[in-house]
């Protein structure tokens, strides 16, 4: 690991700024038009709002990034990120020279996550300089890159993959030279996976 220590802000890196300008949702994961069901309006004022599913459950935690390497804390975990029903969570390392946000959108249908995540790839090479999306072995449809941010001395690695009617973007922060592994993104990128099939079967 190198030696160059990276010290990553909160407020610039949780699990609901993932880099992107301000957006109605979580950048870098869009809502195709129609994609979010709405609510139908009523004329009862004691009619009962719905409540809407917390996902945050879903979410990878601390144990689950810890390695031999490294030993990640939590510093965020919400639900809906932008309003937008999913979850987001956001880690760093005892160093603070890597950081991991994942982050979820629970869509309809597995076919507006697919729409969503086709678009999603489209936007990778202008938020990564230095690399191009590749296949990856991941849920559906799974797309890499990897990189630096153009305007931010880091390393970065974007992953996007759907799993149903989930899509997911799991991002990996560290210092300049010091790029995370392939295997370890991939075991990450399985691990949630796991858990959204899991976990939505039951939603």
Do not use: H
Not at 185 to 192: A, E, F, L, Y
């Amino acid at each position: 690991m190198s030696a160059a220590v990276l010290v990553i802000g909160i407020s610039g890196c949780t699990g609901t700024d993932l880099g992107g300008a301000a957006q109605s949702t979580a950048p870098g994961l869009p809502i195709p038009s129609g994609a979010l069901a709405t609510t139908k309006p009523t004329t009862s004022t004691t009619a009962p709002t719905a409540q809407a599913t917390d996902y945050r459950g879903l979410l990878l935690s601390a144990g689950d990034l810890s390695d031999a390497d490294d030993n990640f804390n939590e510093r965020s975990r919400n639900s809906d990120p932008n309003n937008t029903p999913g979850a987001s969570a956001f880690f760093v390392n005892d160093q603070d020279n890597r950081a991991i946000s994942d982050t979820f959108l629970v869509y309809p249908d597995a076919a507006t996550a697919t729409a969503a995540l086709r678009q999603a790839t489209g936007t990778l090479p202008t938020l990564v300089t230095g690399g191009a999306p590749t296949p990856i072995a991941v849920g559906t449809d799974g797309v890499m890159i990897s990189g630096t941010y153009p305007d931010q001395d880091k390393s970065v690695t974007l992953m996007l993959f759907t799993e149903g009617r989930a899509l997911v973007r799991l991002e990996f922060q560290s210092a300049p030279g010091d790029v995370t592994t392939d295997q370890f993104v991939t075991n990450i990128g399985k691990m949630q996976e796991i858990a959204l099939r899991v976990g939505l079967a039951d939603s």
